[in-house]
C-alpha cells in the first residue's frame, strides 16, 4: 500500500528587507537604527529590527518615528534595486521547488510536498535554501514550514528574524487551539470586531458555530474562515507567470459624458494599476484607454511612452490626454485603462523625455505602504481635478 506524500508548503519573508539591503549596502547604518520611508509628510515603508525597539513600525508616520527614535538614519526607498535583490532570491528558490510563487517583492511560497517526507529532512531543506539565500544576498530571511498555506505564513512570522518554523502535521490541531484569530491572514479589524463579539477568540473557538452560521454572518470570507479553523486552506502553490499587462476598468450605472466623472474614474483606475504595477516591482511603456458607448461600441487608444512607468499621475495624465483627443461627445457606458509592453527598454534620454519624477514615485510608496496596511479602501489620494 502506498500513501500520498504528505504535503510541505514553506513561505519565506525576508527580514526587515528594505532596511536589510541599505545596511548590507552601506556598513555605516549597521547596528543602527535604520527607516526607510519618504520625506516629512510620509510613512514609514520598512525600518531595521534596530529601530523597531523604539517603537518603530512601518505604515507609521515619519514624523511619528522621528518623534520615538530622532536619531535614526532616515533613507528614501530605492525599489528598482530592491527588485533586483528580489530576483536573486528568486532564482535561488527556484532551484529548491519546481513550485515557487511570489508573493511580494520579499515574499513567496515553494511547495515541497514530494520532496520530502520527515519533519527533520524538511527542516534541513529549508535551512539549507536559508543558508543559500543568505550567501546569494548577503540578507537574512525567515522560514515557515506547514501543510497549508495560511498555516506556513504564521509560522514563517513566529521567530523573526532568521528563523525557521516548522509546523508538523500532527502539531496543527493544537496550534490552531492556540492561535489568536487575528493572526489568521485576512482577519482584519472589521472581522476582529465581529468575532470578538461572538467571544471567539481563538482559531478553533470558531468551530463553535456551524459553518451555514458563518455564511450567513460574513459570506465567502466565512467560510473561508471555517476552513481556516479546521487548517484547510485549498489555494495551491502557483507558480507566477507574468501577465502581459495591468489593467482596470468600471462599467457605469447611468452612461455619462461629464469630463470631470470619467477623469475621476480614470485617475482610480491609474491608482489601482499603479499600485499592482509597483508592488510586482513592474513597469510598462504603453498606456491603453477603453470607452464603450452607449451603442455598445468599443475603442481603445494606446500611446507609448519614451521610459517605462509605474506612477500613477503618469498613467492617469496620459490616458487622460488619449480621453480629451477623442474630443467625444457620446455618452460612455465604461472606461477602462491599461498598462502593456513590460521591462525596461535601455535607451538614451532625450531632450523632450522626463525621468520618473522622485516625488511622485515617493508619494506612490507611501499611499501603497497605507493601503497594504490598512486596506484598500483606507486611503484615497487627496486631489482636485
Ligand atoms: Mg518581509
Given at each position: 500500500?502506498?500513501?500520498?506524500?504528505?504535503?510541505?508548503?514553506?513561505?519565506?519573508d525576508m527580514d526587515a528587507f528594505y532596511a536589510s539591503v541599505?545596511?548590507?549596502?552601506?556598513?555605516?547604518?549597521?547596528?543602527?537604527?535604520?527607516?526607510?520611508?519618504?520625506?516629512?509628510?510620509?510613512?514609514?515603508?520598512?525600518?531595521?529590527?534596530?529601530?523597531?525597539?523604539?517603537?518603530?513600525?512601518?505604515?507609521?508616520?515619519?514624523?511619528?518615528?522621528?518623534?520615538?527614535?530622532?536619531?535614526?538614519?532616515?533613507?528614501?526607498?530605492?525599489?528598482?534595486?530592491?527588485?533586483?535583490?528580489?530576483?536573486?532570491?528568486?532564482?535561488?528558490?527556484?532551484?529548491?521547488?519546481?513550485?515557487?510563487?511570489?508573493?511580494?517583492?520579499?515574499?513567496?511560497?515553494?511547495?515541497?510536498?514530494?520532496?520530502?517526507?520527515?519533519?527533520?529532512?524538511?527542516?534541513?531543506?529549508?535551512?539549507?535554501?536559508?543558508?543559500?539565500?543568505?550567501?546569494?544576498?548577503?540578507?537574512?530571511?525567515?522560514?515557515?514550514?506547514?501543510?497549508?498555506?495560511?498555516?506556513?505564513?504564521?509560522?514563517?512570522?513566529?521567530?523573526?528574524?532568521?528563523?525557521?518554523?516548522?509546523?508538523?502535521?500532527?502539531?496543527?490541531?493544537?496550534?490552531?487551539?492556540?492561535?489568536?484569530?487575528?493572526?489568521?491572514?485576512?482577519?482584519?479589524?472589521?472581522?476582529?470586531?465581529?468575532?470578538?463579539?461572538?467571544?471567539?477568540?481563538?482559531?478553533?473557538?470558531?468551530?463553535?458555530?456551524?459553518?451555514?452560521?458563518?455564511?450567513?454572518?460574513?459570506?465567502?470570507?466565512?467560510?473561508?474562515?471555517?476552513?481556516?479553523?479546521?487548517?484547510?486552506?485549498?489555494?495551491?502553490?502557483?507558480?507566477?507567470?507574468?501577465?502581459?499587462?495591468?489593467?482596470?476598468?468600471?462599467?457605469?450605472?447611468?452612461?455619462?459624458?461629464?469630463?470631470?466623472?470619467?477623469?475621476?474614474?480614470?485617475?482610480?483606475?491609474?491608482?489601482?494599476?499603479?499600485?499592482?504595477?509597483?508592488?510586482?516591482?513592474?513597469?510598462?511603456?504603453?498606456?491603453?484607454?477603453?470607452?464603450?458607448?452607449?451603442?455598445?461600441?468599443?475603442?481603445?487608444?494606446?500611446?507609448?511612452?519614451?521610459?517605462?512607468?509605474?506612477?500613477?499621475?503618469?498613467?492617469?495624465?496620459?490616458?487622460?490626454?488619449?480621453?480629451?483627443?477623442?474630443?467625444?461627445?457620446?455618452?460612455?457606458?465604461?472606461?477602462?485603462?491599461?498598462?502593456?509592453?513590460?521591462?525596461?527598454?535601455?535607451?538614451?534620454?532625450?531632450?523632450?523625455?522626463?525621468?520618473?519624477?522622485?516625488?511622485?514615485?515617493?508619494?506612490?510608496?507611501?499611499?501603497?505602504?497605507?493601503?497594504?496596511?490598512?486596506?484598500?479602501?483606507?486611503?484615497?489620494?487627496?486631489?482636485?481635478?
Amino acid at each position: 500500500m502506498t500513501t500520498a506524500p504528505l504535503p510541505w508548503i514553506l513561505h519565506l519573508d525576508m527580514d526587515a528587507f528594505y532596511a536589510s539591503v541599505e545596511q548590507r549596502d552601506e556598513p555605516r547604518y549597521r547596528g543602527r537604527p535604520v527607516i526607510i520611508g519618504g520625506g516629512d509628510r510620509g510613512v514609514v515603508a520598512t525600518c531595521s529590527y534596530e529601530a523597531r525597539k523604539f517603537g518603530v513600525r512601518s505604515a507609521m508616520p515619519i514624523s511619528e518615528a522621528r518623534r520615538l527614535c530622532p536619531q535614526a538614519i532616515y533613507v528614501m526607498p530605492r525599489m528598482a534595486h530592491y527588485q533586483e535583490v528580489s530576483q536573486t532570491v528568486m532564482q535561488v528558490l527556484h532551484s529548491y521547488s519546481p513550485l515557487v510563487e511570489q508573493a511580494s517583492i520579499d515574499e513567496a511560497y515553494l511547495d515541497f510536498t514530494g520532496l520530502e517526507l520527515v519533519e527533520s529532512d524538511v527542516r534541513a531543506r529549508a535551512q539549507r535554501l536559508q543558508a543559500e539565500v543568505k550567501e546569494a544576498t548577503g540578507l537574512s530571511c525567515s522560514l515557515g514550514l506547514a501543510p497549508v498555506k495560511f498555516l506556513a505564513k504564521i509560522a514563517s512570522d513566529m521567530h523573526k528574524p532568521a528563523g525557521v518554523t516548522v509546523l508538523a502535521h500532527h502539531a496543527v490541531p493544537a496550534f490552531l487551539a492556540r492561535l489568536p484569530v487575528g493572526k489568521i491572514p485576512g482577519v482584519g479589524k472589521q472581522t476582529g470586531l465581529v468575532l470578538e463579539t461572538l467571544s471567539v477568540h481563538y482559531a478553533a473557538d470558531i468551530l463553535r458555530y456551524p459553518r451555514e452560521f458563518w455564511e450567513r454572518k460574513l459570506g465567502k470570507a466565512g467560510l473561508a474562515l471555517y476552513e481556516r479553523a479546521q487548517g484547510i486552506d485549498p489555494r495551491p502553490v502557483t507558480p507566477y507567470t507574468e501577465p502581459k499587462s495591468e489593467s482596470a476598468e468600471n462599467t457605469f450605472d447611468a452612461d455619462t459624458s461629464d469630463p470631470a466623472v470619467l477623469a475621476r474614474w480614470l485617475f482610480a483606475q491609474a491608482e489601482r494599476v499603479g499600485a499592482r504595477l509597483r508592488k510586482g516591482g513592474r513597469k510598462g511603456r504603453t498606456i491603453t484607454l477603453k470607452m464603450k458607448f452607449s451603442d455598445f461600441t468599443q475603442i481603445t487608444r494606446s500611446r507609448t511612452l519614451p521610459t517605462a512607468t509605474n506612477t500613477t499621475r503618469v498613467i492617469y495624465e496620459t490616458a487622460l490626454a488619449l480621453l480629451h483627443e477623442q474630443k467625444n461627445t457620446q455618452r460612455l457606458r465604461l472606461i477602462g485603462l491599461g498598462v502593456s509592453q513590460f521591462g525596461e527598454v535601455p535607451r538614451q534620454l532625450g531632450f523632450f523625455d522626463t525621468p520618473e519624477d522622485p516625488r511622485e514615485a515617493k508619494l506612490d510608496a507611501t499611499l501603497d505602504a497605507l493601503r497594504e496596511k490598512f486596506g484598500p479602501a483606507a486611503i484615497v489620494r487627496g486631489r482636485i481635478l
